[in-house]
Antibody, heavy 125, light 106 residues
């Protein structure tokens, strides 16, 4: 069974840093692009960042560009999101998401076919 | 960035009724639109991709149609487990989600 399990969420003060991680199992991790998608309470999902199968292509939503860094370790089947200079508006449930293709730019027909249960990031003083 | 507008915001229906959900894009996304279902307390789940293709495990009562800027998700006969929030998503130009349509029990 394809499975994604997030970890690392918690309470952090504005301006501080946090790293969330995702452990993947049940599929060939290095065949697929991976993403982080967040969802604030009562709101719709928002794409945050994506990384290609080999880690060479990364992209970010404008709202987090320059503050967040996505990375992956294909040897350990893991995905990470380093979040710096956190803001109150970054508070959300952060989902680790598998793409159905190796990349997303140039693969518009593909979609997000496996989601984790999310890890909650709370930003508050 | 492509903006996706979903309507209505809330749909109140009874089990067994037909549900028709709309998603409109601010510019053409060709057929590159997906639909997700989110049950409260759970992660979103992929239902439809490429506008009309059912994902693995999606029941046949769910169907998607449309191209360009106007898309529709139809549930032919609502089952109790179908009452949820539905989101559309495009990745033709950037990667954006719609605001969602809540299908609630009347």
């Amino acid at each position: 069974e394809e499975q994604l399990v997030e970890s690392g969420g918690g309470l952090v003060q504005p301006g501080r840093s946090l790293r969330v991680s995702c452990a993947a199992s049940g599929f060939t991790f290095d065949n697929y692009a991976m993403h982080w998608v967040r969802q604030a309470p009562g709101k719709g999902p928002e794409w945050v960042s994506g990384i290609s199968w080999n880690g060479l292509i990364v992209d970010y939503a404008d709202s987090v560009k320059g503050r967040f860094t996505i990375s992956r370790d294909n040897a350990k089947n893991s995905l990470h999101l380093q979040m710096n200079s956190l803001r109150v508006e970054d508070m959300a449930l952060y989902y680790c998401v598998k793409d159905s293709g190796p990349e997303w730019i140039g693969y518009p027909r593909d979609a997000f076919d496996v989601w984790g249960q999310g890890t909650l990031v709370t930003v508050s003083s | 960035e492509v903006v996706l507008t979903q309507s209505p915001a809330t749909l109140s229906l009874s089990p067994g009724e037909r549900a028709t959900l709309s998603c409109r894009a601010s510019q053409s996304v060709s057929s590159y639109l997906a639909w997700y279902q989110q049950i409260p307390g759970q992660a979103p789940r992929l239902l439809i991709y490429d506008a009309s293709k059912r994902a693995t495990g999606t029941p046949a009562r769910f169907s998607g149609s449309g191209s360009g800027t106007d898309f529709t998700l139809t549930v032919s006969s609502l089952e109790p487990e179908d009452f949820a929030v539905y989101y559309c998503q495009q990745r033709s130009n950037g990667l954006t989600f719609g605001g969602g349509t809540k299908v609630e029990i009347k």
